[in-house]
């Protein structure tokens, strides 16, 4: 009740001076049912007027408002201190940012000075090295030209031995060409003759290996082919069998009709397609010599070379044999 009152102070005000005109009233004595007379008399009378409940309603609702206004007016107040709240934070975030950023600039800085300082410092180190290797080639250089004058006069001293030597050993090879040019001369003769002698005999002995190997072949030949011929034909009488054991006779077809049939086969037997080639006269035998094809798949074929012959095959269907 307290909470309404302090909810509504303006309506509960009005309700308890309602009351008391009510109590007044009834002190006095009003009669309700006599018509009152206005007595004569020089006070002034203050008019009270009874609220209504619709007038009640409605200061009910201003009061409503005016405590949502109020309701209001703080959350915006408190939104307004998270909003400072929050840009504080930010503001202290943006300062340590900074600071941080500040601090890796100088950690930039330090780094590049040192790393200066380390470059310069190697180049000293580079310019002391390439004195030190300057000075290194110099003396290697002087005792290259010092080597190199040593060898010239040993090189000179040998040359002129050496061309005594050759001229020696020149006189000795002609010499000796001479004579190995005609001992060269007898042995090519010799080696010709018993070249022309042994090619002649290797020709001949070729010529009657080739004879030989042509009769193995072609006997070897025949007898692959014969193999297989018989081969060939096991495989497709095996393959007319199963069609024949998958084939289903059709209602009303009669004795004697035969049709030739085109499968075309992958290795393993699949059957890839099947179509009839030279019709039996009668659509739905020929169909179901189809479906005898198909439903036989994979038929038997053999594997290796010799299913070359089974890729394409063309034979006659006929279940009567």
């Not at 080696?191 to 193995?216: F, N, P, S, V, Y």
């Amino acid at each position: 009740m307290f909470q309404i009152v302090r909810r509504n102070p303006r309506a509960a005000v009005i309700a308890v001076l309602m009351h008391l005109v009510i109590i007044a009233f009834l002190i006095v004595g009003v009669d309700w049912l006599e018509k009152p007379k206005q007595p004569k008399s020089g006070v002034e009378v203050i008019q009270a007027r009874v609220v209504d409940r619709e007038e009640l309603k409605a200061l009910n609702k201003e009061e409503e408002r005016l405590a949502e206004q109020k309701r209001q007016a703080e959350l915006e107040t408190k939104r307004k201190a998270q909003e400072q709240e929050r840009q504080a934070e930010l503001e202290t975030k943006r300062k340590a940012q900074e600071q941080e950023r500040i601090r890796k600039q100088k950690q930039r800085e330090a780094e590049r000075v040192k790393k200066k300082q380390a470059e310069e410092k190697a180049k000293e180190a580079a310019k002391e090295k390439a004195a030190k290797e300057k000075a290194r080639k110099e003396a290697e250089a002087k005792r290259l030209a010092q080597e190199k004058k040593r060898k010239a006069a040993a090189e000179k001293k040998l040359k002129e031995e050496k061309a005594r030597k050759q001229a020696a050993e020149k006189k000795r090879k002609a010499e000796e060409a001479k004579r190995l040019a005609a001992e060269k001369e007898r042995r090519e003769a010799e080696a010709r003759a018993e070249k022309a002698a042994a090619e002649k005999a290797r020709k001949e002995a070729e010529a009657k290996r080739q004879a030989e190997e042509k009769r193995r072949r072609e006997l070897e030949a025949r007898r692959q082919a014969e193999i297989d011929a018989r081969e060939t034909d096991r495989y497709l009488v095996q393959i007319q069998q199963k069609i024949n054991r998958s084939w289903v006779r059709p209602a009303g077809i009669g004795e004697g009709l035969r049709c030739r049939l085109r499968v075309r086969l992958a290795p393993g037997g699949t059957v890839i397609a099947v179509s009839v080639v030279e019709s039996s006269g009668n659509g739905a035998f020929d169909r179901s010599a189809t479906n005898a094809v198909l439903k036989a798949d994979p038929l038997p074929v053999p594997g290796g070379g010799l299913f070359e012959k089974f890729r394409d095959i063309n034979f006659l269907f006929d279940p009567n044999r």
